[in-house]
């Protein structure tokens, strides 16, 4: 059996504990890193991404990669590129407001298993709609999430971290205190109305948005829903944060 943990580098302990996870279920493991041009706005953030080339093989062999593949575009999309579409899922939330985003990740991440031909591929909870988008999309490999991986203070470790300043680090805790005190609320409207006020107490804090949803269709919850969800992006320090959580005990 083979395991993908398909990453665009930058790898932190969060990109390790996919790999550990993709290694206790097999003995071959293998990381692609493609920092993948379609799922970008323009040209300015692909080559804005944090590269750390070296660091990735040492931090994905250390927890268990067995193969670190690192294609180059025109292993990935030779010729004309196929673009396929995230169907409506990817048109919400992070979609809305990254157009094309989850078309670029969808296209990227058919393209890794059609050449890998994995048994099952692993992605973090962090990124939970592009987790649900690919669930849709792919029905024969079997498709792994991994619960996101928290800083001390609960913040999600996220490659984007780094490019917070000491101030805007500290406001960015207020992510994780509105998931955590919504998590436990008794009714959808209460936990609705405590992740909207909660996010509203740190003014650096730009809220894109903070609802709870249907973890099945994204669609706004409510007391009928079995499978809730709190999500919550936003910008601190012109930095783009994304969080989730799963509503319940
Ligand atoms: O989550 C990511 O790092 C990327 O979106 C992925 C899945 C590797 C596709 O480029």
């Not at 993709?22 to 804005?48: G, H, T, W, Y």
């Not at 919504?182 to 740190?202: F, G, M």
């Amino acid at each position: 059996m083979s395991v993908l943990v398909p990453t665009m580098g930058a790898l932190h302990k969060g990109h390790q504990a996919l790999i550990k996870r993709a290694r206790s279920m097999s003995k071959e493991v293998v990381v692609s890193i493609f920092v993948n041009p379609l799922q970008f706005e323009n040209e300015d953030d692909v080559l804005k991404y944090p590269r750390s080339p070296e660091r990735d093989i040492q931090l994905a062999t250390l927890a268990g990669a067995t193969e670190i593949w690192m294609p180059d575009y025109e292993e990935i999309y030779p010729g004309e590129i196929s673009q396929r579409s995230a169907g409506v899922l990817g048109d919400v939330f992070e979609g809305a407001s990254r157009p094309g985003h989850f078309d670029g990740v969808v296209t990227v991440v058919n393209r890794l298993f059609e050449i890998v031909r994995p048994d099952a591929a692993i992605f973090g909870e962090k990124d939970f709609q592009q987790l649900q988008i690919i669930r849709a999309m792919e029905k024969s490999i079997e498709i792994i999430g991994v619960p996101t991986v928290r800083e001390f203070d609960g913040l999600a470790l996220s490659s984007r971290n780094v490019h917070l300043s000491v101030e805007g680090r500290v406001s960015a805790n207020v992510i994780y205190r509105a998931l955590a005190a919504a998590r436990l609320a008794p009714t959808v409207a209460i936990a609705q109305e405590i992740i909207s006020t909660t996010v509203a107490t740190d003014s650096a804090f730009v809220c894109d948005y903070a609802v709870i949803v249907d973890e099945d269709d994204f669609t706004e919850a409510n007391e009928m829903t079995k499978n809730k969800r709190a999500i919550i992006a936003g910008w601190i320090d012109g930095v783009r944060l994304i969080d989730n959580m799963r509503m319940g005990a």
